[in-house]
């Protein structure tokens, strides 16, 4: 069975620093990974996604993150955090194994960027 | 080109009534997924279609609830009779199915609150 964990509830950063935002995956196939992130009111939205061809993966709004198979992770990464990245973040995992590639999330982490 | 569209955005219902959530997949999009959030819980699977076919209902609860998709264009999901249980953020998603791993659009969910 596929499953993602991401680490912290709650991150809060300063105006300007790094974002750093923690997930892990178990997998028994390669796996196909993502990361959506919530704004309030509003829907998910895709920051970015792996699909195998490149391990780092460089999505919208000045996000990455990089699958590291050695360490079943999927980090995402911003340099310099801005108020407008407080948000809900998800990482996601499409379960290829049901053959309907649902996605399996995480807990989610809520960003708080502070002044 | 519009979005997922959900109706209604909130819901608030008493023990016992019927709530009818509806969802309008980005046109053209072949599968359609409902998704739930508890509170404090992560995203989970609840269906997913392929045009009006179910094709895995492995995460709905149980058989209060029902969902349709008629005529492979938007879908309902029903909740009858709705329990305290049920109250979450319920999420509608699709994607056009034409590659793999195949992003899903997600609306901005309805917030079912059962008293």
């Known amino acids: 069975a596929q499953s993602v964990t991401q680490l912290g509830s709650h991150v809060s950063v300063s105006e300007g620093a790094l974002v750093l935002l923690r997930c892990n995956y178990s997998s028994s196939v390669p796996p196909y990974l993502f990361w959506y992130v919530q704004y309030p009111n509003q829907g998910l939205q895709l920051l970015l996604k792996?699909?195998?061809?490149?391990?780092l993966v460089k999505g919208i709004n000045g996000f990455e993150a990089e699958f590291k198979k050695s360490e079943t992770s999927f980090h995402l990464t911003k340099p310099s955090a801005h108020m407008s990245d407080a948000a809900e973040y998800f990482c996601?995992?499409?379960?290829?194994?049901?053959?309907?590639?649902?996605?399996?999330f995480g807990t989610g982490t809520r960003l708080k960027v502070l002044a | 080109e519009a979005g997922v569209t959900q109706f209604p955005s909130h819901s608030v219902i008493e023990k016992g009534q019927t709530v009818t959530l509806r969802c309008d997949p980005i046109s053209g999009h072949d599968n359609l997924y409902w998704y739930r959030r508890v509170m404090g819980k992560e995203i989970k699977f609840l269906l997913h279609?392929?045009?009006?076919?179910?094709?895995?209902e492995s995460g709905m609860p149980n058989n209060r609830f029902l969902a349709e998709r008629t005529g492979g264009t938007y879908s309902t999901l029903k909740v009858q009779p709705a329990e305290l249980e049920d109250s979450g953020v319920y999420f509608c998603?699709?994607?056009?199915?034409?590659?793999?791993?195949?992003?899903?659009?997600f609306g901005p969910g309805t917030r079912l609150t059962v008293l």
């Open positions: 279609f392929v045009k009006e076919s179910k094709q895995d």
């Open positions: 792996y699909t195998s061809a490149a391990t």
């Open positions: 996601a995992v499409s379960d290829i194994t049901s053959g309907t590639y649902k996605y399996i």
């Open positions: 998603a699709s994607s056009q199915g034409t590659g793999f791993p195949d992003t899903q659009y």
